[in-house]
T-cell receptor, first 118, second 111 residues
Framework: GAVVSQHPSRVICKSGTSVKIECRSL??????MFWYRQFPKQSLMLMAT?????????EQGVEKDKFLINHASLTLSTLTVTSAHPEDSSFYIC??????????????FGSGTRLTVV | RKEVEQDPGPFNVPEGATVAFNCTYS??????FFWYRQDCRKEPKLLMS???SGNEDGRFTAQLNRASQYISLLIRDSKLSDSATYLC????????????FGSGTRLLVRP
């Protein structure tokens, strides 16, 4: 089945530093990747949608200059949290749309990255 | 009002019990509905899609009531391994690919 590999699984960084999270599609081409954030006991909140070869689209309230998304190839999308602060500590998950045929599609999720900013 | 609302639980049930979760969604234009399961500190995994006619997959049965904008999940003969958080998920009407997640209902199955 379609697999998305997400790294790192866990990262601790100091305030003010930047952290890059990678999601790679291993056996399919991911033209669209969604990036979510999940705070404890809350739902997954969509942050942005990345499309290969074009600029990402951000959800309302998500700072595009703080959460840099790059989707330079059909198998790799990255999220960089710049100048991280403790309130950015969260669980970040990517999800790719997997298409089978012209009308059928599903989703596959990365295993998530737990970011702790100290 | 939240776009997708669920009772957070937890539902604490003995093995073998039948348990039902409910979910309501706010936008009547949503067309795709899912139940996902999420284990602690893990990514969500698709449990089942929900179809208008209702559908069953082993011990799991999902129902959709479009008129009431209500989705349900029934788990029969609960197993210890069913302990998890169950997420109700609907698509965003402005984009068929974008999903809206409920905050989940936690299930604890005890021996």
């Amino acid at each position: 089945g379609a697999v998305v590999s997400q790294h790192p699984s866990r990262v601790i960084c100091k305030s003010g530093t930047s952290v890059k999270i990678e999601c790679r599609s291993l056996d399919f081409q991911a033209t669209t990747m969604f990036w979510y954030r999940q705070f404890p006991k809350q739902s997954l909140m969509l942050m942005a949608t990345s499309n290969e070869g074009s600029k990402a689209t951000y959800e309302q309230g998500v700072e595009k200059d703080k959460f840099l998304i790059n989707h330079a190839s059909l198998t790799l999308s990255t999220l960089t949290v710049t100048s991280a602060h403790p309130e950015d500590s969260s669980f970040y998950i990517c999800s790719a749309v997997v298409r089978s045929g012209s009308a059928n599609y599903g989703y596959t999720f990365g295993s998530g990255t737990r970011l702790t900013v100290v | 009002r939240k776009e997708v609302e669920q009772d957070p639980g937890p539902f604490n049930v003995p093995e073998g019990a039948t348990v039902a979760f409910n979910c309501t969604y706010s936008n009547s234009a949503s067309q795709s509905f899912f139940w996902y399961r999420q284990d602690c500190r893990k990514e969500p995994k698709l449990l089942m899609s929900v179809y208008s006619s209702g559908n069953e997959d082993g011990r799991f049965t999902a129902q959709l009531n479009r008129a009431s904008q209500y989705i349900s999940l029934l788990i029969r003969d609960s197993k210890l391994s069913d302990s998890a958080t169950y997420l109700c998920v609907v698509n965003r009407p402005d984009s068929s690919y974008k999903l809206i997640f409920g905050s989940g209902t936690r299930l604890l199955v005890r021996p």
